[in-house]
């Protein structure tokens, strides 16, 4: 049976890592690990991961650095990178694996649904979908997986402070398909804020004002220092 490692790369998550971790749980135990990638967590998210089993690594603080080296450990022949306020839908393993029995495959993503019951939550979720399945552009808080060998020939993220989805995808691309599947990743809306209207546009705006800004050639870091406003 396939082997499976789930890569959560955390900063003070404390509040979201033990839910991210419990949805990966899977029948058999021994075909997958859970590496968490601190980048220097101050609460008790380093303590929550091993609790629920997690091999914790440290790792400097961004995320595509985080995820390179938590898959520099990992065993499996199937690499999964979750977000720590993402879960999970039940079965993912299965499904996971299924798609990519089929050689043509390379990688994939879930699909994607916000954990509130705001009006408005269905819309950012189709905004998601037409992204992902019409252009082709999983984004990280979609779990993206792929098979480790292709990782390591990708040369994983580069330590890309952001975009680094973008990045692996687009190269992922070049060598074979890439799979949406049907199944949820139930994603926090607290980076969507109260989800009103104007809220949402925000959000959306951003995050396509990101991606346009990349694929006109804004390096990574300067990205990350405008989306964080520092």
Not at 41 to 56: C, Q
Not at 77 to 98: K, N, Q, T
Request: charged share 25%; aromatic share 10%; proline share 2%.
């Amino acid at each position: 049976m396939t082997s499976v490692t789930v890569i959560i790369p955390t900063l003070n998550e404390e509040e979201f890592i033990g839910e991210a971790i419990k949805s990966i749980a899977h029948g058999d135990d021994t075909n997958h690990e859970v590496i968490v990638s601190d980048g220097g967590s101050v609460d008790n998210t380093r303590g929550v991961a091993k609790e629920l089993g997690a091999k914790v690594v440290d790792a400097q603080k961004g995320r595509g650095t985080q995820m390179d080296i938590g898959a520099e450990g990992a065993r499996g022949e199937v690499l999964v990178f979750l977000h720590a306020d993402c879960r999970l839908p039940e079965g993912w393993y299965e499904e996971v694996i299924s798609a990519l029995s089929n050689k043509k495959i390379v990688g994939g993503a879930f699909s994607f649904r916000l954990s509130s019951s705001s009006f408005y939550a269905p819309f950012v979720a189709l905004g998601v979908s037409i992204r992902s399945r019409l252009f082709g552009l999983p984004f990280g808080d979609q779990a993206l997986f792929l098979r480790s060998e292709s990782f390591k020939e990708l040369g994983g993220f580069n330590g890309l402070k952001l975009m680094e989805d973008v990045e692996i995808i687009r190269k992922l691309k070049k060598h074979g398909k890439i799979v949406i599947l049907d199944s949820c990743v139930h994603v926090s809306s607290r980076r969507w804020g109260r989800l009103g209207f104007l809220s949402m546009v925000k959000v959306s705006a951003r995050n396509w004002g990101m991606l346009f800004l990349y694929y006109l050639g804004i390096p990574s870091d300067r990205l990350y220092r405008i989306y964080y406003g520092s």
